[in-house]
């Protein structure tokens, strides 16, 4: 592998051939019967600035992949970068210098503040830990920090049982820009929330992606929220990467017959409009991942004998469309993956 792509530097986040496998045990001795590929191959790029959505059915592999670029799960294989710079291997003092510019919103704002921290020490942890500020310059920074996600500035003495998930979530965020990052994966951060709050969270992100120029992976299942925020998507079935487009090209004109049954699955807000029904043949099961074909192979209506044996690649469609299937109409050859 050629780590000096010129194609890499383009890109504050680069992943290729990322795989994370799990060890399926069976039998008294727990021998290893197969792997369970929750990550399996992919590859794909985010430019800086860009707000890019992961979407997918729950168990698709969407946060397995955000906590693998972090390295908070070591990924079995593969390469990442970050700015230009391999990351696949870093570890101890090198790997937290990094951490400073990659940070993480959780879904669950409730499990992930420590119930027993107040909100000034959960926010200034990250600033003691990497030696940024102390004393009253941290306590400073701190209510600066709650400012900016709409809280106020007293609450840092305040704990998380006091708070409404809306204001823990923005307590989670603050942590997240603590340290002023230039990327953030935001892991479902609406999903546990009332639709109300979600869009003032959201709006919340913007807001800062707009004061602190911050790059974004969006990861969510919810379509319409995707939709709304994210400037190109990418579509997950069961570790695999089956569609890479802009948002309004990918909603318009959605080429993988997964895609097109997710989007079929979006319920229209009005009784009026009939939409033609989707079907699938049957539920996936876990021998699903041990197939050498297309993993939506026995899903799909559209099979054929091709999707059974061969797994389809990535094929450029153009206009930065990419989609992995058979019968999807292709215009170009196989794409570069350092192009993704």
Same mark, same amino acid.
């Given at each position: 592998?050629?780590?000096?792509?010129?194609?890499?530097?383009?890109y504050l986040v680069s992943v290729k051939n990322l795989k994370k496998y799990y060890p399926l045990k069976k039998g008294v001795l727990s &021998? $290893?019967?197969?792997?369970?590929?929750?990550?399996? =191959?992919?590859? #794909?790029? @985010?430019?800086?600035?860009?707000?890019?959505? +992961?979407?997918?059915?729950?168990?698709?592999?969407?946060?397995?992949?955000?906590?693998?670029?972090?390295?908070?799960?070591?990924?079995?294989?593969?390469?990442?970068?970050?700015?230009?710079?391999?990351?696949?291997?870093?570890?101890?003092?090198?790997?937290?210098?990094?951490?400073?510019?990659?940070?993480?919103?959780?879904?669950?704002?409730?499990?992930?503040?420590?119930?027993?921290?107040?909100?000034?020490?959960?926010?200034?942890?990250?600033?003691?830990i990497h030696h940024i500020a102390t004393g009253k310059q941290k306590s400073e920074r701190i209510r600066e920090l709650l400012s900016v996600?709409?809280?106020?500035?007293?609450?840092?003495?305040?704990?998380?049982?006091?708070?409404?998930?809306?204001?823990?979530? &923005? $307590?989670?965020?603050?942590?997240?820009?603590?340290? =002023?990052?230039? #990327?953030? @994966?935001?892991?479902?951060?609406?999903?546990? +929330?009332?639709?109300?709050?979600?869009?003032?969270?959201?709006?919340?992100?913007?807001?800062?992606?707009?004061?602190?120029?911050?790059?974004?992976?969006?990861?969510?299942?919810?379509?319409?929220?995707?939709?709304?925020?994210?400037?190109?998507?990418?579509?997950?079935?069961?570790?695999?990467?089956?569609?890479?487009?802009?948002?309004?090209?990918?909603?318009?004109?959605?080429?993988?017959?997964?895609?097109?049954?997710?989007?079929?699955?979006?319920?229209?807000?009005?009784?009026?409009?009939?939409?033609?029904?989707?079907?699938?043949?049957?539920?996936?099961?876990?021998?699903?991942?041990?197939?050498?074909?297309?993993?939506?192979?026995?899903?799909?209506?559209?099979?054929?004998?091709?999707?059974?044996? $061969?797994?389809?690649?990535?094929?450029?469609?153009? =206009?930065?469309? #990419?989609?992995?299937?058979?019968?999807?109409?292709?215009?170009?050859?196989?794409?570069?993956?350092?192009?993704?």
């Amino acid at each position: 592998m050629d780590n000096n792509i010129s194609s890499i530097k383009e890109y504050l986040v680069s992943v290729k051939n990322l795989k994370k496998y799990y060890p399926l045990k069976k039998g008294v001795l727990s &021998r $290893i019967s197969g792997y369970l590929k929750a990550v399996d =191959n992919i590859t #794909f790029s @985010i430019k800086k600035g860009e707000i890019l959505g +992961l979407v997918g059915e729950s168990g698709c592999g969407k946060t397995t992949v955000g906590r693998c670029i972090l390295r908070l799960v070591e990924p079995t294989e593969g390469y990442i970068w970050f700015n230009g710079a391999d990351i696949t291997n870093l570890k101890g003092i090198k790997l937290r210098e990094i951490r400073k510019n990659m940070q993480i919103v959780f879904q669950d704002p409730d499990s992930s503040l420590n119930p027993r921290m107040s909100v000034g020490a959960i926010i200034g942890e990250a600033l003691q830990i990497h030696h940024i500020a102390t004393g009253k310059q941290k306590s400073e920074r701190i209510r600066e920090l709650l400012s900016v996600v709409g809280l106020e500035p007293n609450h840092m003495n305040r704990y998380p049982h006091e708070f409404s998930g809306g204001q823990k979530q &923005r $307590i989670g965020i603050a942590r997240a820009i603590a340290l =002023n990052p230039k #990327f953030i @994966i935001a892991d479902e951060p609406v999903s546990a +929330l009332d639709v109300s709050i979600q869009a003032q969270i959201i709006n919340l992100l913007y807001d800062l992606q707009e004061l602190y120029g911050l790059t974004y992976l969006f990861i969510a299942h919810d379509l319409s929220l995707v939709r709304h925020i994210s400037d190109r998507v990418i579509v997950m079935f069961q570790g695999k990467i089956v569609e890479i487009a802009s948002t309004v090209k990918l909603f318009e004109d959605p080429k993988h017959p997964y895609t097109q049954f997710l989007l079929a699955s979006v319920p229209i807000p009005d009784p009026s409009v009939k939409r033609e029904k989707y079907v699938v043949n049957k539920e996936i099961d876990t021998d699903d991942y041990q197939i050498k074909g297309c993993y939506f192979y026995k899903r799909c209506p559209c099979g054929m004998d091709v999707c059974k044996d $061969i797994q389809p690649e990535l094929q450029d469609l153009g =206009n930065g469309h #990419f989609v992995a299937c058979h019968i999807a109409e292709t215009a170009h050859s196989n794409i570069s993956e350092n192009n993704i």
